[in-house]
């Protein structure tokens, strides 16, 4: 059984850029959720996919969206970037046995400069 | 909406000691629980969680937490530090049968161990 995995590790952006990031949820977890981890902060919701649609979002402008793919991966798409993006963002997965425990991948580090 | 709120975003302990991280939340239905343990570079690891059955719960790396619904508190505690425990430690809540299970985290605790 493979964790949550996600890709890439780390990635150096200019301001207005567009950036993708991608997950690949756990094996037999159909829901993924984003998270927005700033430096010496916790962890802030952004969204949720649950078989391909949204499923609750976190107070983030629209500039930030997402997709969820058949096989139940997803990416974190960020446009027109800003300095305060700069941040750690994790994808966490759970399935719906299980819905209220989420597993969490080990982030991709994004720097806006 | 719920929040939760860690006191103390650095704990110091000697190897040996005590670990006590202090977390409350606000929550207007009651809430699923959950510590998580984050060590640098690394993504957040599930150390124990409350889902509504007893109030005492144990996790890994002999971690407990005891759920408190009159004080609305969710302690971890470990009775005696390892070095590895080094690592910094967030509280989260979560409503049950609420659409999606977005996790609302604390701010974090910082556990430094001393040798």
């Known amino acids: 059984e493979t964790g949550v995995t996600q890709s890439p590790t780390h990635l150096i952006k200019t301001r207005g850029q567009q950036v993708t990031l991608r997950c690949s949820s756990q094996?037999?977890?159909?829901?993924v959720s984003w998270y927005q981890q700033a430096l010496g902060q916790g962890p802030q919701f952004i969204f949720q996919?649950?078989?391909?649609?949204?499923?609750g979002r976190g107070n983030f402008p629209p500039r930030f969206s997402g997709l969820q793919f058949p096989n139940y991966s997803s990416e974190l798409n960020v446009n027109a970037l800003e300095l305060d993006d700069s941040a750690l963002y994790l994808c966490?997965?759970?399935?719906?046995?299980?819905?209220?425990?989420?597993?969490f991948g080990a982030g991709t580090r994004l720097s806006v400069l | 909406a719920q929040s939760v709120t860690q006191l103390g975003s650095h704990v110091s302990v000697s190897e040996g000691a005590l670990v006590l991280l202090r977390c409350n939340y606000s929550?207007?239905?009651?809430?699923?629980l959950f510590w998580y343990v984050q060590y640098p570079n690394q993504g957040l690891q599930l150390l124990l969680k409350?889902?509504?059955?007893?109030?005492l719960v144990k996790g890994i790396n002999g971690f407990e937490a005891e759920f408190k619904k009159s004080e609305t508190s969710f302690h971890l505690t470990k009775p005696s530090a390892h070095m590895s425990d080094a690592a910094e430690y967030f509280c989260?809540?979560?409503?049950?049968?609420?659409?999606?299970?977005?996790?609302?985290f604390g701010g974090g605790t910082r556990v430094l161990v001393k040798p």
């Open positions: 966490a997965s759970s399935s719906v046995i299980a819905k209220n425990i989420q597993y």
């Open positions: 094996s037999g977890h159909n829901t």
């Open positions: 996919y649950y078989r391909e649609e949204e499923n």
């Open positions: 929550s207007s239905v009651p809430p699923y």
């Open positions: 409350y889902t509504s059955a007893a109030t």
């Open positions: 989260a809540v979560s409503q049950p049968k609420a659409a999606g299970n977005k996790l609302t």
